[in-house]
């Protein structure tokens, strides 16, 4: 069993940027959710926010990575329309049955990522053993640093219990 995979989707770098360095602190593998179609310019944005407010899936390709071989799976996905962005809510209807434990974050704006990251928890039928939602001027001002030491501490926490009790 492989330790940590962290699936994000980010159509502007944002997302992106945490995940490379969530999984950069954790030893982690990484997956990035591809997407069918452009998502690009005005049109993009207004179809993104329609199909993420109509809970509405994308198409998106298989995996590279296979969920079931990891015992942590990491979820994280841009706000979109207050809600999680369609290629991730696509992610978790295909794989979520070989989730074992799971962590979540979300990037933002300003709003809308407590709500998402429920929703993403209630999707997986799941609670996560840690989540966070980072503002986007936070990320790209490095501000983000100390939640994502937080959110790396407390998965280390996690595997270390669980080791123990194998032990
Ligand atoms: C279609 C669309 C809808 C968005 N809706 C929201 C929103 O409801 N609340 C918010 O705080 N930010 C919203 N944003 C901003 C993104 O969540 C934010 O810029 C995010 O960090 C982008 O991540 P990415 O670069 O990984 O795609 C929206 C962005 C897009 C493209």
Redesign the pocket.
Known sequence: MKPVLIV??????????VAAALAHACGADLERIQDERP?TGVV???R??WQ?LRHQPADIPAPVHRPADYAFVILG???????M?SPMRSYILQQREHFRRIGLF????????PDVLSAMAELCNKLPFASMS???RD?LNDAHVPALAAFADELAVVRDSEAAAKA
Not at 77 to 83: F, I, L, S
Not at 108 to 113: A, L, N, P
Request: charged share 15%; proline share 3%; net charge positive.
């Open positions: 994000y989707y980010s159509r502007s770098g944002v997302t992106a940027k998502r993009g944005y207004l993104s926010a993420a996905t841009p706000v979109w329309a207050g809600r962005s979300c990037t933002m704006g300003g709003s809308g990522g980072l503002r986007q990320v």
